[in-house]
């Protein structure tokens, strides 16, 4: 067996060992989980406030 044939595979072996602690993933959707958390505060304030009115009506008949 050819000596050229054995490099190809030990170099990719040696390249796949890399001794470098990778880095997380970056939190691509992480704006998008924020905005839907902001939209659920909006939503439990407007629900609130409606909820108020109609108490409020109710006591003034």
């Given at each position: 067996m050819s000596p050229r044939i054995l490099i190809l595979p030990v170099l990719l072996l040696v390249a796949a060992c890399d001794s470098k602690p990778k880095e997380p993933p970056p939190d691509i959707i992480k704006s998008q989980r924020q905005a839907m958390e902001k939209?659920?505060?909006v939503e439990q304030n407007l629900q609130?406030?409606?909820d108020q009115r109609r108490e409020q009506g109710n006591q003034q008949r």
């Open positions: 939209a659920k505060g609130q406030s409606a």
